[in-house]
């Protein structure tokens, strides 16, 4: 899979890829992500990439101009299946949206700053608009980079047991159980003696019990819609 980012704060975006697992899922060639400073598509003098609203108001907006041409600049290398917006006003990430991208070849990725971007790119380019919550960050590129983090690990081959993003949290609509490690006794806390039997049904249901607990506990509104 690649991923090209568009950003005006192209560091922000240094770290989340250039560690741990989103470092060596590049390394392995299993997913290529590229940063684009938008700066450098802006045919102003001075570079510039945000301007006033119309109508007036607090924030700058950045401007169709320079995301035109680098949209339209890197469509022409490749055709994207989605060119998603980062933007607080967009549908909400979850699961079976990181499940559903990560089967994508291309996707682009544009990450809004200030008030927003002109609405003009959104009405012509934009395929899809993401927000991953219901609070306001400064920028997209944090979310961009949850989304991408979410999105990568579901590619075979980047975590190194298989199965395991299959037993996450919401991937079976369910909430993980609690896991513990050695040692069997931790200041006085012992691990739950079925973890210690060996019966490996009886630990799977215990383990299953666990996660419908915990879902009815914390969300008991996904765990209504399950049933
Ligand atoms: Cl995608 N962008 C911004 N600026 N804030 C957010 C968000 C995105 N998702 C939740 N809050």
């Excluded at 079976?96 to 008030?115: D, Q, T, V």
């Excluded at 979410?150 to 609509?173: F, K, M, N």
Aim: proline share 4%; net charge negative; charged share 25%.
């Amino acid at each position: 899979m690649r991923v090209d980012i568009v950003t005006c704060l192209p560091r922000l975006l240094e770290s989340p890829f250039g560690d741990s697992i989103l470092k060596r899922a590049q390394d392995k060639g299993l997913i290529e992500i590229h940063i684009h400073d938008l700066r450098a598509f802006s045919d102003d003098k001075h570079k510039k990439v945000d301007d006033y609203a119309y109508g007036g108001g607090a924030g700058m907006v950045l401007m169709a101009q320079p995301l035109a041409t680098c949209i339209k600049s890197l469509q022409k290398e490749r055709s994207y299946e989605e060119v998603i917006f980062m933007t607080p006003d967009g549908n909400l990430f979850n699961q079976s949206m990181a499940n559903e991208i990560s089967l994508f070849n291309n996707i682009l990725l544009i990450c809004g700053h200030y008030k927003g971007i002109d609405q003009r790119i959104r009405d012509k380019y934009i395929t899809r608009e993401i927000s991953i919550g219901e609070y306001v960050l400064s920028g997209g590129e944090l979310a961009g980079a949850v989304v991408v983090d979410a999105v990568a690990r579901l590619i075979p081959g980047v975590l190194s047991d298989e199965t395991s993003a299959l037993t996450d949290s919401y991937q079976d609509g369910l909430l993980a159980p609690p896991v513990y490690t050695r040692p069997a006794d931790f200041e006085g806390m012992e691990v739950p003696k079925i973890l210690l039997s060996g019966n490996q049904k009886e630990i799977d249901e215990w383990r299953f019990q666990q996660s419908i607990n915990l879902t009815k506990k914390r969300r008991p509104d996904s765990f209504e819609d399950q049933s």
